[in-house]
């Protein structure tokens, strides 16, 4: 399975490695302008989940970020409180900020610290907890399942996004440098992917399967689908400003293993003043698929009450 895991974070963090040191004062508007860029996408999850989840009281977020999804479970769900999990303080600041903007501070919480163990603090079971692409920032993925599976309440969903398929910019042929560069990038991702998840504390390696694993974890997988995020060529300046992004830590990952030419190439796409940049180029695009899949805790079957000819006799009289 191709994974689109862009060498940064997301709209969540887990510390690990050398993100230590980073600034969510300086990242946060960053990240927060990339979820909304896919607002259209989270909608379709959302209206996906409602299905399934109806008249929830607890929703979780793990791995909020700045809390654009959750204060989207909010609107969603108005009779629901909502908790934004991350360990970036300043992250949650922003989420609830946002909560007041959107008029419903008064039901989104806050939760900082490192997920699974941070999910110990919460007051009540979830009902749908939610967890993208926060999952594999944690070390031991099989036993961060069963513990957010832990924290479901009786018939309470798990929601993971993780995998889908790499996301494209740009046509295979851009005029300059060799064709196929998006599809090399794939590659040194992938690199760098497999490099993080070895060194993160307590990693297992394991097979990516997730059906298995939310099973493993002693939940009832429900359901399966990808959603697509398509913004079509010419791209607006949110769209631009994320390929711009996403192309700059590719190059600042690939410093040592892209070839000169690739390098150069990149190098152009992010030069604003260059009109074969991703700034100003006409056929710049946004397109990728996200993965979630869905799997609910099994209510506890109700004790099978004895025969009434087998029940001990009791005198009322």
């Known amino acids: 399975m191709a994974h689109d895991h862009e060498p940064h974070r997301h709209t969540h963090t887990h510390t690990h490695g050398g993100d230590t040191d980073v600034d969510w004062s300086e990242m946060g508007p960053h990240l927060e302008a ?3 860029l896919f607002a259209p996408v989270h909608e379709r999850i959302t209206a996906w989940l409602a299905e399934e989840v109806t008249g929830p009281e607890l929703i979780v977020d793990a791995g909020s970020g700045p809390g654009v999804v959750s204060c989207l479970f909010a609107e969603t769900f108005p009779g629901a409180r909502i908790v934004a999990v991350d360990n970036a ?13 959107q008029g419903v501070a008064d039901r989104l919480a806050t939760l900082t610290g490192e997920l699974p163990q941070a999910l110990d603090e919460l007051d009540h079971p979830a009902d749908l907890l939610w967890a993208s692409r926060s999952l594999h920032h944690i070390g031991d ?10 924290r479901l309440a009786p018939g309470g969903t798990l929601a993971l ?5 790499p996301s494209r910019f740009l046509p295979r042929d851009i005029g300059i440098g060799r064709p196929g560069l998006q599809a090399r990038l794939d590659a040194l991702q992938e690199e760098w992917f497999a490099r993080m998840r070895a060194g993160l504390p307590g990693s297992v390696a394991e097979a990516e399967d997730w059906p298995a694993l939310l099973a493993a974890a002693g939940l009832r997988h429900t359901g399966t689908r990808s959603f697509l995020l398509d913004l079509p060529a010419p791209a607006s300046p949110q769209a631009r400003a994320y390929a711009a992004e996403q192309f700059t830590r590719l190059r600042d990952i690939g410093t040592e293993d892209l070839d000169p030419e690739d390098l150069a190439t990149l190098d152009r796409l992010l030069d604003p003043s260059d009109p074969a940049s991703v700034h100003r180029r006409p056929d710049v695009f946004a397109l990728s698929a996200y993965t979630v899949h869905r799997a609910v805790r099994p209510r506890q079957p109700r004790a099978r009450r004895r025969p009434a000819a087998n029940r001990p006799f009791t005198d009322r009289t």
Do not use: S
Request: cysteine-free; charged content about 25%.
């Open 34 to 36: 990339q979820a909304e």
């Open 141 to 150: 993925q099989r036993a961060a399942l069963t513990a957010f599976a832990a």
């Open 161 to 165: 996004l993780e995998g889908g398929l």
């Open 89 to 101: 303080g300043p992250l949650l600041e922003r989420a609830r900020a946002r909560a007041a903007r």
